[in-house]
């Protein structure tokens, strides 16, 4: 199967086209299950913080929609491609309760876990914590994103390469911290019974950033190889053009590594199939 687990609408905010110009565009490609994975608003900050940060997620009062417009075109679409109806959340720790009003009321496929923001450093986009210790920014990471795995809220793990795409791949010192934590969050993934996420941007960014040396990607695919952890794949299209984008890539990548299964979803059953 084709499949592409990451693909975000219009209900964010910050994606392009309409939601129906996604499906076609799987279509045309050849997908044969598509997840659509909206941002959630950032549901634990208040009132006052949300006029003062980003909100990079859907408001709210749009869930609602965001679900009857997805299940309508589900059931107009299904003889041509099966469509999940997912959402991607940021996870903070402590405020996993704030959470039960949406996980609960609303018949989900899937949960994508994701750290977009660190706390103890303030509520800022990851983008801006260059200002801190390198280290201890990229160790809090990764042990937020095995805190996130461990609450079993999410099925799977989305862009663990988000930390060093946007705080910065270190030339020397800091490789040996990444491949360990790295490979302490694919155990933890594992032992959660959830899947680590395959991002068309962390290949993408290898690609045009890493021409040599210990590249953060294929440490990735080394441990989910060794582990046998389970993964869903996702191109992160925030534009139709970029649903699947780099698949024809990615996809002989992962099978030179041994990773030749995916996971799918159904109201929050795991089904793995064969990576096509």
């Not at 980003?54 to 299904?78: F, P, V």
């Not at 795995?149 to 490789?175: E, V």
Request: with cysteine; proline share 4%.
């Amino acid at each position: 199967m084709i499949v592409d687990y990451h693909i975000h609408t219009p209900y964010c905010g910050h994606a392009q086209g309409k939601t129906i110009q996604y499906i076609e565009k799987a279509i045309e490609r050849g997908f044969d299950e598509i997840g659509f994975s909206d941002h959630l608003g950032r549901y634990y900050l208040t009132h006052v913080q949300r006029r003062r940060y980003w909100d990079w997620g859907m408001n709210e009062r749009n869930i609602t929609r965001y679900c009857a417009e997805l299940s309508e075109l589900r059931e107009l679409y299904r003889d041509r491609i099966s469509v999940k109806i997912g959402l991607e959340i940021d996870f903070v720790e402590g405020a996993e309760e704030l959470l039960l009003p949406f996980l609960d009321h609303f018949a989900f496929d899937f949960f994508l876990g994701s750290i977009h923001c660190l706390p103890r450093f303030g509520w800022k986009h990851l983008a801006d914590y260059t200002v801190y210790n390198e280290e201890q920014v990229i160790a809090e990471y990764f042990r937020c994103a095995r805190a996130a795995l461990q609450s079993k809220r999410f099925h799977s793990l989305a862009h663990l390469d988000f930390i060093w795409r946007y705080l910065r791949w270190p030339q020397s010192g800091a490789i040996a911290l990444f491949e360990k934590e790295i490979a302490a969050t694919v155990q933890t993934a594992l032992e959660s019974g959830a899947c680590i996420e395959i991002n068309a941007n962390g290949y993408l960014w290898s690609q045009l950033n890493i021409p040599e040396g210990p590249d953060p990607f294929v440490m990735l695919l080394s441990h989910i190889r060794d582990r046998q952890a389970p993964v869903t794949i996702g191109s992160d299209a925030h534009d139709p053009e970029l649903v699947g984008k780099s698949f024809a890539d990615i996809i002989p990548v992962l099978h030179s590594w041994g990773i030749n299964r995916c996971t799918t979803f159904t109201e929050g059953k795991a089904r793995a199939v064969p990576l096509g």
